[in-house]
Each structure stands twice: as C-alpha cells, then as structure tokens.
C-alpha cells in the first residue's frame, strides 16, 4: 500500500496556490521597505549565526534524545539504535522544511520501518510514538506561554491564540494518556485488522505510562526547546536587535503558531510577519524585524536541510520517496492478515493491457509445452 503524494494532491494547489500568491502580492504592496530589508543583511555579525546554528543542532539532538526514549518503551527488544533514531529524526526535519503538510513526521516513520523488516506493525506503533513526542511539546510551550505572559510585551491579539494552544495541548495530553497501552499486554494476532492498527498505535503511546522514561523525554524536550529560545536570542544579536530574553521567547512562541499548519513550505511571508509584529512593541522597525524573521528561517533550515541531506543519501533515500512513502515504509509484514499480495495473474493482466495500449502482441506467460 502506498501514501498519495504529498497531502491534498491537486485540489490542494487550487488552494494553497492562490492564497500564496495572496501573501506575496500583499507582502509587495503592503510589506516592509524592501531597501530597509536588503540593508539589515549588509550589517550582519556572522559570529551570532554560527552560535544560532550551533545552539539549533544541539535543539536538533536533545529532541531526537527525547523520541528515542520513548520508542523504548513502545517496543519490545531489540528497538533501533540512537544513531538511525537520529538519521531518522533528521530525514523528517528536511521532509518538514521542504514539503507543506508536516510530511516529515510521516518521512522519520518511514525510515525507522525500512530498517525494521522483521517487526510486524512497527509502522503503526511508530506512528504512536510520533504522536506521543510531539505531544511533550504541550510542557515546554505551557511553560514559554506563562513565562512570556509575565515578563514580555505580548500584543493583545497573540493572547487568545495562546490559549487556545494550551488548552488544545492539554486536551491532546490527557487523550494520549487516556489512550496509551504498553506493547505486552495482549496479542495484536488475537485481534482484527482495524483494532490491531489503533493498538499498535496505541502502543506507541507507552511512554505515557511510564512515569519515569515520561519525565527523561520530557526533559530533554525540554531542554530542546530553551536551544531554540537561546538560538532565537543569538539570532537577534545577529541582526542587532539587543532586547531581552522574553523578546526572544515570544519570537520563539508567535514563528510556531504561524507554523502550526504549514499549507507551503514553512509558511514563507507569514512566518516573517508573525516575528516582525511583536517586535515593533519593542521598538524595532517592521522592515529590521521582517529581515530578521527571514533570517531566523534560513538558520533553522540550515540545520533541517544540511543535516536532514546528509542522512538521506546516508539512508539512500531519494527526494521522490519523502513525496510518495510506502505507508508501511515497504515492511511486507506490516500488511494486515487477510491482504495479499498482487497475484502474478493481476500482474500478468496489467502488463497485457499496457502491450496492447502501445500497440505490440502481448506474449502469453503461462507453462511450456
């Protein structure tokens, strides 16, 4: 079985494509002074990005640390090594840099199954591991949110999108826990082909019962995310902009939510405008905090892309298969009881048919005489 390319296929560029050209006829007409913009990356100390990129691949680290640790708990021994963990973690932070849709969460799946072809289901269950560390962000964004609520000069109409976020996180929290189940409690044999998928998934949620490896995920999730404030910080030195560390915590919070629902490639044009606006409370000009916005960008794909290229030659995967992955990333024994393979007779069948449509004599396969 195969995933469709990327999400929404056709009726989505009827979508996605007229609301970009949108933004960029908007940012054109009614955007910053482009000449204040061009100007701002002559005055760059470059000293500031190499610490913003340094600070982004430790963020990169602590949160492959973190989804490592709960794949441990979701399946039973031998569980893939930290080293392909982190290639696979890799891969999916270049499939979300460069594809709309988060295609990357299902990219790092992907390549964890392929090198799992003797676990049955493991595509499943990874997905549920998937969901469960995404789901360790709702601790450190809870926390950025009232740090930020405190301390930094946050617009008024940021507030209700931030609440809104947590009580979804929270929400999403207590269903994950509510739902998780550890991988030994009963055989997904027994079961049938829809409920053994949900409880594989569910077994990927594992971690949830497991308080201890719970805490140690969280931490470095944690300790993910204060990389990233501190490269937001060292950015804005970068482009010099010397506010204080809240400023950059509500950077750091506004360029997630505009990133939330990525309809094309990490939302271009709104991604800048949700890091300029709050920066004009802080006094800095729209057209500085626009450049700015689209700096920080390019450092955090500098770290998605470089390092998610370097492992997806090392995986020998093309650009082409993040677009179309096999759902069960090619793993014959993820296939549910009951489904078979295409029969050589159905092959046979399709090769014929595609002959005649080129014009040539089909030739007959069958035993000799």
Request: contains cysteine; aromatic residues 10%; charged residues 15%.
């Amino acid at each position: 079985m195969r995933m469709p390319s990327v999400p929404g296929g056709r009726w989505r560029a009827l979508v996605v494509l007229p609301l970009f050209a949108a933004v960029v006829a908007l940012l054109w007409w009614r955007g910053p002074d482009w000449s204040i913009v061009g100007a701002a990356f002559t005055a760059v100390h470059w000293q500031w990005v190499v610490a913003a990129i340094g600070l982004n691949l430790l963020s990169v680290v602590a949160r492959a640390i973190a989804w490592d640790t709960v794949i441990r708990q979701a399946m039973a021994p031998p569980v893939p090594r930290f080293p392909l963990v982190f290639s696979a973690f890799s891969v999916g932070l270049f499939g979300n840099a460069v594809l709309p849709g988060r295609i990357g969460e299902l990219a790092r799946v992907a390549v964890l199954t392929r090198k799992l072809p003797e676990r049955r289901g493991a595509w499943a269950t990874l997905v549920g591991t998937v969901v469960a560390h995404r789901t360790f962000d709702v601790f450190p964004v809870a926390g950025l949110i009232v740090w930020v609520l405190l301390t930094a000069k946050i617009p008024h109409w940021a507030i209700a999108s931030l609440v809104v976020i947590v009580v979804v996180g929270f929400g999403l929290l207590t269903f994950t826990i509510a739902s998780a189940r550890s991988h030994h409690r009963s055989t997904f044999d027994e079961l049938g082909r829809i409920r053994g998928l949900v409880a594989r998934i569910r077994t990927g949620l594992g971690v949830m019962h497991a308080p201890l490896h719970a805490g140690v995920a969280i931490f470095f999730q944690c300790l993910g995310w204060l990389c990233q404030l501190l490269a937001v910080y060292t950015a804005m030195r970068a482009f010099g902009i010397h506010e204080e560390l809240p400023a950059a915590g509500l950077v750091l919070l506004l360029m997630n939510v505009a990133t939330i629902f990525p309809l094309w490639p990490g939302n271009i044009g709104l991604l800048q405008a949700a890091v300029a606006l709050p920066l004009v409370q802080y006094g800095v000009n729209y057209a500085d905090g626009f450049a700015f916005g689209i700096g920080l960008q390019a450092i955090e794909a500098s770290v998605g892309i470089g390092v998610g290229l370097i492992f997806l030659a090392r995986e020998g995967i093309s650009y082409a298969f993040l677009k179309e992955m096999p759902a069960d990333g090619g793993d014959e024994r993820s296939r549910p009881r009951g489904a078979a393979a295409p029969s050589s007779a159905a092959s046979t069948t399709r090769s014929t048919r595609s002959t005649r449509r080129a014009g040539g004599t089909p030739t007959r396969s069958g035993p000799s005489t």
